[in-house]
């Protein structure tokens, strides 16, 4: 049982460019969220899916895109990379009903 | 949408003390808050968590009590430990919704 994958660990793009990261649960988790995490400013929803087709904006979801075609998958798409969006990003995943998440190991995105 | 306000941001105390972090939120159809423990380097782990028909919950040294008339809920460490030395977050969902708006964190640091 491998939980929630995050890939890659560690990424530097340069501003403009667009990258993919990968997040993939085998516990069959209704539930995926994606959140970034700077300093000092805790853990912010980005997107999240309730299920395969269904995604939904967070608080923060400006430069982001996600879909989730199935169960297992939830990838984040950033569009044209800023400075800005420099942070540590998690993923994780939970099933439906109210328990919590599982969190990935996340990644450290550096943009320059 | 809901809003998490945690405290203290930063708490330190003496090996075998206890310390407590509390919790406020906003949104009355929250009914589940967990509280997760984040170590350096990894994803938040969830270590105790609270559903809005109970107001208090213990696991060995870990305790959560809710108020659900004042919105707010707290998280008992007993017997501290330097292990114990971490950033803990604290969460409120409405699980009929499907995503958590998390507190900004404690970093709680267990001085030998």
């Known amino acids: 049982n491998a939980g929630v994958t995050q890939t890659p660990k560690f990424q530097v793009l340069k501003t403009g460019q667009s990258m993919t990261l990968q997040c993939a649960q085998d516990?069959?988790?209704?539930?995926m969220s994606w959140y970034r995490q700077d300093p000092g400013m805790g853990l912010r929803l980005i997107h999240y899916?309730?299920?395969?087709?269904?995604?939904d904006q967070g608080e923060v979801p400006n430069g982001y895109n996600v879909s989730r075609s199935t169960t297992e998958d939830f990838p984040l798409r950033l569009l044209s990379a800023a400075p800005s969006q420099t942070s540590v990003y998690f993923c994780?995943?939970?099933?439906?009903?109210?328990?919590?998440?599982?969190f990935g190991s996340g990644t450290r995105l550096t943009v320059v | 949408g809901e809003n998490v306000e945690q405290h203290p941001s930063t708490l330190s105390v003496q090996e075998g003390d206890s310390a407590v972090i509390k919790c406020t939120y906003s949104?009355?159809?929250?009914?589940?808050f967990p509280w997760y423990k984040q170590e350096l380097g990894k994803g938040p782990q969830l270590i105790i968590d609270?559903?809005?028909?109970?107001g208090e919950k213990k696991d060995q040294r870990i305790a959560v009590t809710l108020n659900k008339t004042a919105k707010h809920f707290s998280l008992h460490i007993t017997e501290t430990q330097p292990e114990d030395s971490a950033v803990y977050f604290c969460?409120?969902?409405?699980?009929?919704?499907?995503?958590?708006?998390f507190g900004d964190g404690t970093t709680l640091t267990v001085k030998p």
């Open positions: 969460a409120a969902i409405n699980t009929n919704a499907g995503k958590s708006t």
């Open positions: 899916s309730v299920g395969a087709g269904i995604t």
């Open positions: 994780a995943s939970t099933r439906k009903g109210g328990y919590g998440y599982t």
């Open positions: 516990m069959n988790h209704e539930y």
């Open positions: 609270i559903r809005s028909n109970v």
């Open positions: 949104d009355s159809a929250s009914n589940y």
